[in-house]
C-alpha cells in the first residue's frame, strides 16, 4: 500500500461553512472538497451555531452567509471575532445593490474577504473559476503552521534562530508639502480603509485616490460608506471629472483609474487596459499617473492586501521624491501588498494601521488648520 500524501491532519486549514441554505452549504463544502491543506471540520445553518461551533472546532476560517435566522452573519462576526482575534472570516453574499451593502458592512466591521455567491446558482458560473477563487483566498489566509516533530529516541538540537531579514527604508521626509495622497488595498482593506479615513478630519484639502481590489458590484457601496465614515465626499469618478480639493476618488469596478493634467486641472481617465497583477482596477496604473502629475508632493499608502499590486507605481513615486507609507505585518490582514513595499526598501515609513491616519493627519494637519480657521 502506498504512502498517501495527504498533509498531515495539524497543517491542515480549517473551514466552518455556515449558512442557512443547504444548497449553498454544500456548494461551498464541494469547492473546497478533497485538497491536501484543507477540510471543513463543520457546518452550520445560523451565527449563533457559528459562535458555539467556532468555540468547539476552533476553525482557522469561517465562511459565512450573512441574512440568517436566529441571528444574522453581521451580528455574528464582531461576536466571533471577539471570542477568537485570530480567526479570519469570508462573507458569503449575493451580488444584488443590498448584497452588497450587507458585505461592505461585514467587511467594515472586521471580516477578511468575500465570496459572490451565484446568482440563483446559475449553470452558467464556471465551477472551477469560482472553486480557484476559493481556494486562493483560503490559503492567502490560512495561518502559516510548521510541521509537527516526529518522535524520537534522539534528542534534536535545537534550530538556529534565523536573523530577521532587514527591511530597509526610505530617508524620512520633514515637514508638509504633501498635495495628495493615494492609496492601494486588496484583501481587508475596507476595514484598513475605514480606520485611515477616519483618523483623518474631513476639513483637509488634499484629494485622497484609492484603488481597491474589489468587484463593481461592490465598489459603489463602500463609496457611500467611506464617504459616511471620512464625512467627505467619496465618488467613482467617470472620464473628464476634473479632481476637487477635499473630495476622495475610488476606482470603479473592472477598470484601471488614472488621472492627468489638463491646463491647470487634473481630470480622471477610466482605462480598460489589460490587467496588472492579475488585477483591474490595479494600484500600479493609479500610482504612476499620480506621480507624474504630483512628483515629490504626493503621499501614497499600501494597506492590507495579496501579492505585490502597487510595487512598481511606488517605485516611480519613490524617484521623484514622494513618500510611501506601508502597514505593518502585525495588523494587515495579508502582508502581501505592503510587504512587498517594505522589502524593497520602498518605504518611508511602516505602521500599525491604527498610526497610519494620525500620521497622514500629523503631516497635513498644519496647512489644514490654517486654511480651515483662516
Known amino acids: 500500500m502506498t504512502g498517501s500524501s495527504t498533509a498531515p491532519k495539524e497543517l491542515k486549514t480549517r473551514i466552518l461553512v455556515v449558512d442557512d441554505s443547504p444548497i449553498f452549504r454544500n456548494y461551498w463544502k464541494k469547492l473546497i472538497a478533497g485538497q491536501e491543506d484543507i477540510e471543513a471540520v463543520g457546518i452550520g445553518d445560523n451565527g449563533q451555531v457559528a459562535l458555539d461551533k467556532s468555540k468547539l472546532l476552533l476553525p482557522d476560517i469561517i465562511i459565512i ?20 482575534p485570530e480567526l479570519k472570516i469570508i462573507v458569503a453574499s449575493s451580488l444584488t445593490t443590498a448584497g452588497s451593502d ?35 483566498k483560503i490559503r492567502a489566509l490560512a495561518p502559516r503552521r510548521k510541521a509537527p516533530v516526529k518522535n524520537s529516541t534522539q534528542t534534536a538540537a535545537p534550530a538556529a534562530k534565523p536573523s530577521p531579514t532587514p527591511i530597509r ?16 488595498s486588496s484583501t481587508g482593506g475596507p476595514n484598513a480603509l475605514e480606520k485611515v479615513l477616519n483618523a483623518i478630519p474631513a476639513h ?38 476634473t479632481i476637487k480639493d477635499g473630495h476622495i476618488y475610488i476606482a470603479p469596478g473592472d477598470v484601471h483609474l488614472v488621472f492627468k493634467k489638463n491646463g491647470t486641472s487634473i481630470e480622471a481617465v477610466l482605462s480598460d487596459a489589460p490587467a496588472e497583477n492579475w488585477c483591474r482596477p490595479a494600484v500600479d496604473p493609479m500610482f504612476r499617473s499620480l506621480a507624474d502629475i504630483y512628483g515629490k508632493n504626493l503621499l501614497a499608502v499600501i494597506l492590507t492586501g495579496m501579492g505585490e499590486d502597487g510595487t512598481l507605481g511606488a517605485k516611480d513615486i519613490a ?24 522589502k524593497a526598501g520602498l ?11 494620525p500620521w497622514i493627519w500629523d503631516r497635513v494637519g498644519v496647512k489644514a488648520e490654517l486654511l480651515h480657521h483662516g
Request: proline share 7%; charged share 20%.
Open 65 to 84: 452567509d450573512l441574512e440568517m435566522p436566529v441571528m444574522d452573519g453581521l451580528t455574528a462576526i464582531p461576536l466571533l471575532m471577539k471570542e477568537r
Open 102 to 136: 450587507r458585505a461592505v458592512e461585514a467587511l467594515s466591521r472586521g471580516a477578511a474577504d468575500y465570496l459572490a455567491k451565484p446568482q440563483a446558482m446559475d449553470p452558467n458560473v464556471s465551477l472551477d473559476a469560482v472553486k480557484a477563487e476559493i481556494l486562493r
Open 169 to 184: 527604508t526610505t530617508a524620512s521626509h520633514s515637514g508638509g508639502g504633501i498635495s495628495a495622497i493615494a492609496i492601494g
Open 204 to 241: 483637509i484639502t488634499q484629494p485622497i485616490f484609492i484603488t481597491q481590489h474589489m468587484p463593481k458590484f461592490f465598489i459603489t457601496a463602500l463609496a457611500q460608506r467611506m464617504t459616511k465614515v471620512s464625512g467627505r465626499p467619496c465618488v467613482e469618478p467617470a472620464t473628464g471629472d
Open 319 to 342: 524617484q521623484k521624491g514622494g513618500q510611501i507609507i506601508a502597514q505593518d505585518e502585525a495588523t494587515s490582514v495579508v502582508w502581501g501588498m505592503p510587504g512587498a513595499i517594505a
Open 347 to 357: 518605504a518611508s515609513k511602516i505602521l500599525p494601521i491604527d498610526q497610519i491616519g
